[in-house]
């Protein structure tokens, strides 16, 4: 059952979005709901698995594997590529966040009134590549939906964002094409380097493979091949496995992003309608975050060890820089943006600790990050519906006018700049104690972190304390616009404040999905 319901979460937003292109003029008016629908039931499904999931087999589970693609190289041997999908500890909590996030952001697209076809047809194509890149368990079939990506947010974002959304869709594509080049070189390097023994035998030729689980087990890497951990070639100096680990490096760090490859992310989410902004910083980030984790991580862990310090170091630098930059945002999604690059930061620092609650602590920091950012995004838009104005000093006292918006603000707020009791705190403390327990890099490293944190919450506070307190005064003419959340906003930003609350109470409902894998991943760096 549940190995069905894993291709059922891949190939219903797709089936959904071409269905949705053939459907005459007259249903467009109903064709949101298509989406919700779809959304529903993936969340459903997510929910289900959840449930099923065994915590205490650090494996994968519910594993689909078919034969796909057999490209014989003759004299070289076969390539073998399947689809093959799964989930475990790591990739799980992920999946869970995608099916919340898309619903938020699928409910939020109520506003889009234009070419509403091909917009919900894209945002379902964008839901089956996310749902992949969580779920595969092949890297040529994780490429596949990596670069799929690409195509549905460069046209949400060209076509239904604001003014300059030709401009941040060019950047956006272009500097993640970039990161995607860098990724392919990897995965040549690697399938052509490991070995499916089984699969050899029973062809009776070399059969080269890129199923995580083979690439994942150094014994498995061809003698002689120029992966193999004994092998000694550089490639401009360095060895080269530490060129494909800077290459995974700077290829998941551009979707992170991390500095100073971020400058793409508040170009794209400024011009970003709110909805796609919820689901960029919602989940699309954490594809960077977990591809990093399941594959740089995971296939050269001896170089993840050697690079410990470069890695936390980048980290800070993102939470000092993203968190000072948003010191300085008068615009209200920019301040967000800025924050998700700053916040983001800890999901590389508790990477680098190379520990188990480093590594829980960034697991935790992603899904807690998704879910408040998508609140924050979700609040920008609230304002911006109302005055088509995003400007903080043009906001004073709002609290008097709409009571219940301020505390769905002071929920994701608090949130975001770590108080306990909320998700945020968790994700921000583990990978920070994982960071300070790390022997690779010196203690200075996590100790300039929590200044990150005492930033975040100087602009959260400095943000709620303009726009919020005080004499209410609104300086566009548009007082009267500044109506109270309505049903469907009260619906999405209560729903998030609740699991915000709801994880930040009881954090072992991730962790308890989280660590036995994460045990598995780090007993290597022993």
């Known amino acids: 059952m549940e190995q069905i319901l894993l291709s059922v979460l891949l190939f219903l937003p797709l089936a959904s979005g071409a269905l949705i292109l053939f459907l005459p003029d007259k249903l467009t008016p109903n064709i949101k709901w298509i989406a919700v629908l779809v959304a529903v039931i993936n969340l459903l499904i997510c929910l289900f698995l959840y449930h099923s999931f065994d915590t205490q087999n650090p494996d994968y589970q519910f594993i689909v594997q078919k034969p796909w693609i057999k490209l014989d190289l003759g004299s070289l041997g076969l390539i073998s590529i399947q689809y093959l999908i799964a989930l475990d500890g790591i990739s799980m909590p992920m999946?869970?966040?995608?099916?919340?996030?898309?619903?938020?952001?699928?409910?939020?697209?109520?506003?889009?009134?234009?070419?509403?076809?091909?917009?919900?047809?894209?945002?379902?194509?964008?839901?089956?590549?996310?749902?992949?890149?969580?779920?595969?368990?092949?890297?040529?079939?994780?490429?596949?939906?990596?670069?799929?990506?690409?195509?549905?947010?460069?046209?949400?974002?060209?076509?239904?964002?604001?003014?300059?959304?030709?401009?941040?869709?060019?950047?956006?594509?272009?500097?993640?094409?970039?990161?995607?080049?860098?990724?392919?070189?990897?995965?040549?390097?690697?399938?052509?380097?490991?070995?499916?023994?089984?699969?050899?035998?029973?062809?009776?030729?070399?059969?080269f493979t890129f199923d995580f689980r083979i690439l994942a087990d150094l014994k498995n890497y061809a003698a002689g091949s120029f992966l193999h951990p004994d092998n000694t070639s550089l490639l401009f100096g360095w060895p080269v496995r530490y060129v494909m680990f800077i290459l995974l490096f700077i290829g998941f760090g551009i979707k992170l992003p991390m500095v100073p490859f971020h400058t793409w992310l508040p170009d794209a989410h400024v011009e970003a309608p709110t909805a796609i902004s919820v689901v960029l910083a919602g989940i699309l980030l954490k594809?960077?975050?977990?591809?990093?984790?399941?594959?740089?991580?995971?296939?050269?862990p001896g170089e993840a060890h050697h690079f410990a310090g470069l890695i936390a170091i980048v980290g800070v630098i993102s939470i000092l820089y993203g968190a000072l930059n948003a010191l300085a945002q008068e615009d209200l999604?920019?301040?967000?943006?800025?924050?998700?690059?700053?916040?983001?930061g800890f999901v590389f620092l508790g990477i680098a600790a190379l520990n188990d609650q480093g590594i829980n602590g960034a697991i935790f920091q992603m899904f807690s990050h998704g879910i408040l950012s998508s609140m924050l995004f979700l609040i920008a838009g609230v304002i911006y519906d109302r005055t088509h104005n995003r400007y903080i000093q043009n906001y004073r006292g709002l609290a008097s006018k709409m009571p219940l918006f301020t505390g769905a603000v002071v929920v994701a707020f608090f949130g975001s700049l770590g108080l306990p009791g909320i998700s945020g705190f968790i994700g921000e403390f583990f990978s920070l104690l994982g960071a300070f327990k790390a022997p690779y890099f010196s203690k200075l490293i996590p100790s300039l972190a929590v200044l990150g944190i005492v930033l975040s919450a100087v602009y959260l506070l400095w943000t709620m304390q303009k726009m919020f307190f005080g004499k209410f005064w609104v300086n566009l003419d548009?007082?009267?616009?500044?109506?109270?959340?309505?049903?469907?906003?009260?619906?999405?930003?209560?729903?998030?404040?609740?699991?915000?609350?709801?994880?930040?109470?009881?954090?072992?409902?991730?962790?308890?999905?989280?660590?036995?894998?994460?045990?598995?991943?780090?007993?290597?760096?022993?």
Request: hydrophobic share 55%.
């Open 95 to 207: 999946v869970l966040l995608s099916g919340i996030v898309f619903l938020a952001g699928t409910i939020s697209s109520f506003g889009i009134k234009e070419k509403q076809k091909s917009y919900y047809a894209f945002v379902l194509l964008l839901t089956t590549s996310v749902f992949g890149c969580f779920l595969a368990l092949d890297f040529f079939l994780f490429f596949l939906f990596f670069e799929f990506m690409l195509l549905p947010m460069y046209f949400l974002i060209g076509i239904w964002g604001g003014e300059k959304r030709e401009y941040a869709a060019m950047k956006f594509i272009i500097y993640t094409l970039v990161g995607s080049v860098l990724i392919l070189i990897v995965m040549l390097a690697l399938g052509l380097s490991v070995e499916d023994v089984n699969l050899s035998k029973e062809l009776g030729k070399t059969a």
């Open 287 to 300: 594809v960077g975050g977990y591809g990093f984790l399941r594959i740089a991580v995971y296939f050269f």
């Open 333 to 344: 999604k920019k301040l967000v943006a800025y924050s998700s690059v700053s916040h983001m």
């Open 478 to 526: 548009k007082e009267t616009e500044m109506t109270d959340l309505n049903f469907r906003e009260q619906i999405l930003l209560f729903s998030l404040a609740f699991l915000a609350i709801l994880f930040g109470i009881f954090p072992n409902l991730i962790f308890e999905i989280s660590s036995m894998s994460v045990q598995l991943l780090t007993a290597g760096f022993q």
